[in-house]
Nanobody
Framework: QVQLVESGGGLVQAGGSLRLSCAASGITFSINVMGWYRQAPGKQRELVAA???????NYADSVKGRFTISRDNAKNTVYLQMNSLKPEDTAVYYC????????WGQGTQVTVSS
């Protein structure tokens, strides 16, 4: 089992920054990929960014150049640095870890005001 706890969401003005953290506990050695997804009201959950245990990253086109995903394997924590935030980035952000099966965090709200 893997447990994920997110933190760092909040309210920020457009153009501002936030950093999300996701701490994993449990059978963490089995985790290969960790990522961040988001879901806005009335929309499907979508991939924001993902990172493998080796450090390879993947980003949604809408966040490239603004968001950076990183991972501290020693702390079993993944981060999402979000800069130049836009109102359309408003969503609940979820952490996901993939080992034998996917695990999800509880989500953290990010609200960007115009």
């Amino acid at each position: 089992q893997v447990q994920l706890v997110e933190s760092g969401g909040g309210l920020v003005q457009a153009g501002g920054s936030l950093r999300l953290s996701c701490a994993a506990s449990g059978i963490t050695f089995s985790i290969n990929v960790m990522g961040w997804y988001r879901q806005a009201p009335g929309k499907q959950r979508e991939l924001v960014a993902a990172i493998t245990s080796g450090g390879s990253t993947n980003y949604a086109d809408s966040v490239k150049g603004r968001f950076t995903i990183s991972r501290d394997n020693a702390k079993n924590t993944v981060y999402l640095q979000m800069n130049s935030l836009k109102p359309e980035d408003t969503a609940v952000y979820y952490c996901k870890a993939i080992s034998a099966r996917p695990y999800w965090g509880q989500g953290t709200q990010v609200t960007v005001s115009s």
